[in-house]
């Protein structure tokens, strides 16, 4: 009940295309929904986040989509570039209080490419 | 603003070594800290996490211990390290002292070969 399951576990994109990933949960307890974005041989870092209470988020050429009732989350990035190429991972916490402490529990990554 | 370091940043030591690696936070009191493992460049595991000073939580059953001796200071280690703890090394923090402070921030990692 802890999962979260990512696809697609690869994928390659054309530039100024978009990229599509998804996130799929079943606790729904799960309070808070981040995506990462990590660079070869570099730390994840944070790239958009999104709370039950709304369906969407945009920042940029990013958007989440959200879909509580089918416990689904997805990552948009509009006009896909170059060095958008990473991999990508989606991950849930429920409220920080409490006993979770704001563990994440993570999707397994979306390796993306981008060609130019 | 907020920092995070973690060293050192490769590592490689024979089977049988013990470990140490150091995660430091600056600019924050009383943060939440985590160490994570990926392996394979994929998959991010919790390994410990630590709310407090001399607190700590393990997730799951290893040949890792974890130690917090400063508030913000996070240390991974082991006394005989395996193949099977090769990896990269995650460290990351989370704001402690706000209720509805979700964001957890990750330092740049350790590079961990067991030879």
């Known amino acids: 009940q802890q999962q979260v399951k990512q696809s697609p576990q690869s994928l390659i994109v054309q530039k100024g295309g978009i990229s599509i990933i998804n996130c799929a949960y079943e606790?729904?307890?799960?309070?808070?929904f981040p995506w990462y974005q990590q660079f070869p041989g570099k730390g994840p870092a944070l790239l958009i986040a999104?709370?039950?209470?709304?369906s969407e988020k945009k920042e940029g050429r990013f958007t989440i989509s959200f879909n509580k009732s089918a416990k689904q989350f997805s990552l948009h990035i509009m006009d896909s570039q170059p060095g958008d190429s990473a991999t990508y991972f989606c991950?849930?916490?429920?409220?920080?209080?409490?006993?979770?402490?704001?563990?994440?529990?993570f999707g397994q990554g979306t390796i993306l490419t981008v060609h130019p | 603003s907020q920092t995070i370091h973690q060293w050192p940043a490769t590592l490689v030591q024979p089977v049988g070594s013990p470990l140490s690696l150091e995660c430091t936070v600056e600019?924050?009191?009383?943060?939440?800290l985590y160490w994570y493992r990926q392996a394979a460049g994929r998959g991010l595991q919790l390994l410990f996490y630590?709310?407090?000073?001399?607190?700590i939580s393990s997730e799951v059953p290893q040949n890792l211990s974890a130690s917090r001796p400063q508030d913000r200071q996070f240390i991974l280690s082991s006394k005989k390290l395996l193949l099977s703890d090769s990896g990269f090394y995650l460290c990351?923090?989370?704001?402690?002292?706000?209720?509805?402070?979700?964001?957890?921030?990750f330092g740049p990692g350790t590079r961990l070969t067991v030879t």
């Open positions: 990351a923090w989370r704001a402690g002292t706000e209720y509805f402070s979700y964001e957890q921030y």
């Open positions: 606790n729904t307890a799960f309070d808070y």
């Open positions: 999104i709370r039950p209470d709304v």
């Open positions: 991950a849930a916490s429920m409220l920080p209080g409490g006993t979770s402490y704001g563990k994440l529990t």
């Open positions: 600019g924050t009191s009383n943060p939440n």
């Open positions: 630590s709310v407090g000073i001399g607190q």
